[in-house]
């Protein structure tokens, strides 16, 4: 627990912390601090919070007053420097003057001389970030994450909330449901959720309370780039290598003995159209757990060191809603080798942070990600170990075909005879998935513009027009395949 360990890092005499805190959970955390740091032995020590539009002022007490003139960067340094009581210094946003275009020189050198001259006294200064980068203090700054709640922590927190709501109001049932619904919000988030929905629904129970903080969450992730994807309504026909190849990593996923192997995830390569996608997003649903669709570009910001704090935010809270399955789709257009160089090394910044996080999780978080062109792929993804396995994803075999086309003509009640079917299976040869489903639902479109149901005629009809992509892209086709005999699993 990060407190325990701010005890020990501040009691052994640590002059300089950084903490990473999201925006909204600022106050949570001064509010723990203020409480624990009371307790700490030798009678404890007193909290100072600073911002730049208040200044530095006391923590505990009803009523929140800043020292005359401490706003100022410089002015609080040398207010911490002449204090001579046990205490711990909270900068909040503090690293805006120390990096970046608002740096100043002469505050860097004033931290800089104050973390060393704190070390011989019982003073610490936490600079409270929602992501820290601060190179010049290497080796005198130590980094801890504040991060999301854990279920333990929503729990108590919701009973305690529940219990102080007023008279009229019904008192929801705190269980595993709404608890789930809660994790990935900070606790600040999460009582603005549950107050707007109680406040909206007074009546509302536990199920329906659930709905509500999930509609938030969901709210909160798309704004980061995240979808929370919703299991498909069409199931993937074929590729039975890979599903059995799943299945047997289902049990394992959901296993909390430490001593076996967690699996990491799946990267799958291949054309456009052929299932990759629908694939990912079955497999959150075989495992049990939701899907995180995450749009790689969106993370793209244009301001310094926002992408990767975008990046590790969602990272963060992956792991938090875990156990999850991570989905990104189309992997070579946010990681593609060679991009760093016009981008002043954004691109491999990120995909630093990424493939750290993959080798260092403990989190059951399941990576899928998926690729169409592999010549733009880094070498570091298709290092041996990175995923657990890496499976090429070829044009449907007949057999495939044939389970593809009996799952979109169910889903449409079109009967075929035996003939007929193997017909279409027969003419469909070098269709990618993609493109049998556009042909079953063109000619249920025919069909209803005539005002008749769709018939073998209406399906010929449309097989006469579509010129499958493996015939207009035959050597992109083969440079892959080419590839996928040396470096991947066929996934069929």
């Given at each position: 627990?990060?407190?325990?360990?701010?005890?020990?890092?501040?009691?052994?005499?640590?002059?300089?912390?950084?903490?990473?805190?999201?925006?909204?959970?600022?106050?949570?955390?001064t509010r723990e601090l203020t409480a624990y740091a009371a307790n700490y032995p030798d009678g404890g020590y007193q909290v100072f919070f600073w911002t730049y539009d208040k200044?530095?002022?006391?923590?505990?007490?009803?009523?929140?007053?800043?020292?005359?003139?401490?706003?100022?960067?410089?002015?609080?340094?040398?207010?911490?420097?002449?204090?001579?009581?046990?205490?711990?210094?909270?900068?909040?946003?503090?690293?805006?003057?120390?990096?970046?275009?608002?740096?100043?020189?002469?505050?860097?050198?004033?931290?800089?001389?104050?973390?060393?001259?704190?070390?011989?006294?019982?003073?610490?200064?936490?600079?409270?970030?929602?992501?820290?980068?601060?190179?010049?203090?290497?080796?005198?700054?130590?980094?801890?994450?504040?991060?999301?709640?854990?279920?333990?922590?929503?729990?108590?927190?919701?009973?305690?909330?529940?219990?102080?709501?007023?008279?009229?109001?019904?008192?929801?049932?705190?269980?595993?449901?709404?608890?789930?619904?809660?994790?990935?919000?900070?606790?600040?988030?999460?009582?603005?959720?549950?107050?707007?929905?109680?406040?909206?629904?007074?009546?509302?129970?536990?199920?329906?309370?659930?709905?509500?903080?999930?509609?938030?969450?969901?709210?909160?992730?798309?704004?980061?780039g995240v979808e929370l994807s919703h299991e498909p309504d069409v199931k993937v026909g074929g590729l039975k290598t890979l599903k059995s190849w799943l299945a047997r990593r289902?049990?394992?996923?959901?296993?909390?003995?430490?001593?076996?192997?967690?699996?990491?995830?799946?990267?799958?390569?291949?054309?456009?159209?052929?299932?990759?996608?629908?694939?990912?997003?079955?497999?959150?649903?075989?495992?049990?757990?939701?899907?995180?669709?995450?749009?790689?570009?969106?993370?793209?910001?244009?301001?310094?060191?926002?992408?990767?704090?975008?990046?590790?935010?969602?990272?963060?809270?992956?792991?938090?809603?875990?156990?999850?399955?991570?989905?990104?789709?189309?992997?070579?257009?946010?990681?593609?080798?060679?991009?760093?160089?016009?981008?002043?090394?954004?691109?491999?910044?990120?995909?630093?942070?990424?493939?750290?996080?993959?080798?260092?999780?403990?989190?059951?978080?399941?990576?899928?990600?998926?690729?169409?062109?592999?010549?733009?792929?880094?070498?570091?993804?298709l290092r041996k170990g990175r995923f657990d396995e890496i499976f090429f994803v070829d044009l449907p075999n007949p057999s495939e075909r044939e389970d593809i086309l009996g799952?979109?003509?169910?889903?449409?009640?079109?009967?075929?005879?035996?003939?007929?079917?193997?017909?279409?299976?027969?003419?469909?040869?070098?269709?990618?998935?993609?493109?049998?489903?556009?042909?079953?639902?063109?000619?249920?479109?025919?069909?209803?513009?005539?005002?008749?149901?769709?018939?073998?005629?209406?399906?010929?009809?449309?097989?006469?027009?579509?010129?499958?992509?493996?015939?207009?892209?035959?050597?992109?086709?083969?440079?892959?395949?080419?590839?996928?005999?040396?470096?991947?699993?066929?996934?069929?």
């Amino acid at each position: 627990m990060i407190f325990t360990d701010l005890e020990h890092f501040i009691t052994a005499s640590f002059s300089l912390l950084g903490v990473t805190c999201a925006p909204s959970g600022v106050s949570s955390f001064t509010r723990e601090l203020t409480a624990y740091a009371a307790n700490y032995p030798d009678g404890g020590y007193q909290v100072f919070f600073w911002t730049y539009d208040k200044g530095l002022g006391k923590c505990g007490s009803q009523v929140f007053e800043p020292l005359p003139n401490t706003n100022d960067p410089l002015n609080v340094l040398e207010q911490i420097e002449d204090t001579q009581d046990k205490a711990v210094y909270v900068l909040h946003n503090f690293q805006q003057f120390l990096t970046g275009q608002k740096a100043d020189p002469l505050v860097v050198a004033r931290l800089f001389n104050l973390a060393h001259k704190l070390k011989t006294t019982n003073q610490t200064i936490i600079l409270l970030e929602e992501d820290i980068q601060l190179p010049s203090f290497e080796g005198l700054i130590h980094i801890l994450d504040y991060g999301l709640p854990s279920a333990a922590v929503i729990k108590a927190f919701l009973k305690q909330l529940v219990n102080r709501l007023p008279p009229g109001i019904t008192k929801p049932h705190v269980g595993d449901t709404l608890i789930r619904s809660c994790q990935g919000l900070t606790i600040a988030e999460i009582n603005d959720a549950v107050r707007f929905s109680l406040k909206k629904y007074p009546s509302i129970n536990s199920e329906v309370l659930a709905q509500q903080v999930n509609q938030f969450k969901l709210a909160k992730l798309k704004r980061l780039g995240v979808e929370l994807s919703h299991e498909p309504d069409v199931k993937v026909g074929g590729l039975k290598t890979l599903k059995s190849w799943l299945a047997r990593r289902k049990k394992l996923f959901a296993c909390a003995n430490p001593k076996l192997p967690q699996p990491k995830g799946v990267m799958m390569i291949g054309l456009p159209g052929c299932g990759k996608s629908l694939v990912a997003k079955n497999i959150g649903s075989s495992l049990g757990v939701p899907v995180m669709h995450l749009d790689i570009r969106s993370l793209y910001h244009s301001l310094l060191g926002e992408t990767e704090k975008n990046l590790r935010r969602i990272l963060k809270t992956a792991e938090t809603i875990a156990p999850v399955c991570l989905f990104l789709d189309e992997i070579e257009k946010g990681f593609e080798a060679g991009s760093s160089t016009h981008d002043g090394g954004v691109s491999k910044g990120v995909l630093g942070i990424f493939l750290n996080w993959m080798n260092e999780k403990t989190a059951p978080v399941f990576v899928v990600a998926t690729a169409n062109k592999v010549n733009n792929l880094p070498p570091e993804f298709l290092r041996k170990g990175r995923f657990d396995e890496i499976f090429f994803v070829d044009l449907p075999n007949p057999s495939e075909r044939e389970d593809i086309l009996g799952i979109h003509l169910n889903s449409f009640d079109i009967n075929l005879s035996v003939e007929q079917l193997q017909t279409l299976v027969d003419k469909t040869e070098d269709f990618t998935g993609a493109e049998i489903a556009y042909l079953v639902r063109e000619a249920v479109t025919i069909a209803y513009g005539g005002d008749r149901l769709c018939n073998f005629e209406d399906l010929e009809t449309v097989l006469g027009e579509i010129v499958p992509q493996a015939l207009r892209d035959y050597e992109n086709i083969e440079q892959i395949r080419s590839w996928a005999r040396v470096m991947a699993r066929p996934a069929s």
